[in-house]
Antibody, heavy 122, light 107 residues
Framework: QVQLQESGPGLVKPSETLSLTCTVSGASMSSSSYFWGWIRQSPGRGLEWIGSISYSGSAYDHPSLRSRITMSVDTSKNQFSLKLNSVTAADTALYYC??????????????WGPGTLVTVSS | DIQMTQSPSSLSASVGDRVTITCRASQSISIYLNWYQQKPGKAPNLLIYTASSLPSGVPSRFSGSGSGTDFTLTITTLQPEDFATYFCQQSYTTPYTFGQGTKLEIK
């Protein structure tokens, strides 16, 4: 069973960089069968797809966030990461890491982490 | 971005009822529509993918239909554990987008 777990600071100051890591267990991140993604949820914006990345580093991201996002994969640690810079209060949300599995089609997120709340505040 | 609109926003029903939730896309998305169930304090759970396919482990009382711009999620014979919030999501093109959710409550 694939399991994902987010980690990172729960509080980030405005204009600074939000950094999250997702640790994967139960699956090899080197498999081409998976894409690894980030999704956030807030009362004001609902569920918002942030982006996805493959084991090789091929990435797709939300155009509205593209200038502020960096995603990366470390297959040796079975981890993938998200950095979002120049954060504002609008980036306050519950951040999920999730994975697509080839058999369910691109963009269908079958495995999710429990989520981590990130608050942007001074 | 493709806009996803769900209706109703909330719904009251009783155990044993049949309920239908609809989702409309702002443009054709073929069959690339997923449904998720989310319970309070939990991550969403994939319920239906590509409009009508069930992942393994999802009960057969859940079904999905539709193509193009109009889709439905049907739950037959509601069970107590089905009271939750349901989201649709298009996976036709990035950025993937979600509906605003339908909260299914006990009558």
């Amino acid at each position: 069973q694939v399991q994902l777990q987010e980690s990172g600071p729960g509080l980030v100051k405005p204009s600074e960089t939000l950094s999250l890591t997702c640790t994967v267990s139960g699956a090899s991140m080197s498999s081409s069968s998976y894409f690894w993604g980030w999704i956030r949820q807030s009362p004001g914006r609902g569920l918002e797809w942030i982006g996805s990345i493959s084991y090789s580093g091929s990435a797709y991201d939300h155009p509205s966030l593209r200038s502020r996002i960096t995603m990366s994969v470390d297959t040796s640690k079975n981890q993938f990461s998200l950095k979002l810079n120049s954060v504002t209060a609008a980036d306050t949300a519950l951040y999920y890491c999730a994975s697509e599995k080839e058999v369910y089609g691109s963009g269908s997120y079958v495995y999710w982490g429990p989520g981590t709340l990130v608050t942007v505040s001074s | 971005d493709i806009q996803m609109t769900q209706s109703p926003s909330s719904l009251s029903a009783s155990v044993g009822d049949r309920v239908t939730i609809t989702c409309r896309a702002s443009q054709s998305i073929s069959i690339y529509l997923n449904w998720y169930q989310q319970k309070p304090g939990k991550a969403p759970n994939l319920l239906i993918y590509t409009a009508s396919s069930l992942p393994s482990g999802v009960p057969s009382r859940f079904s999905g239909s539709g193509s193009g711009t109009d889709f439905t999620l049907t739950i037959t014979t509601l069970q107590p554990e089905d009271f939750a919030t349901y989201f649709c999501q298009q996976s036709y093109t990035t950025p993937y987008t979600f509906g605003q959710g339908t909260k299914l409550e006990i009558k």
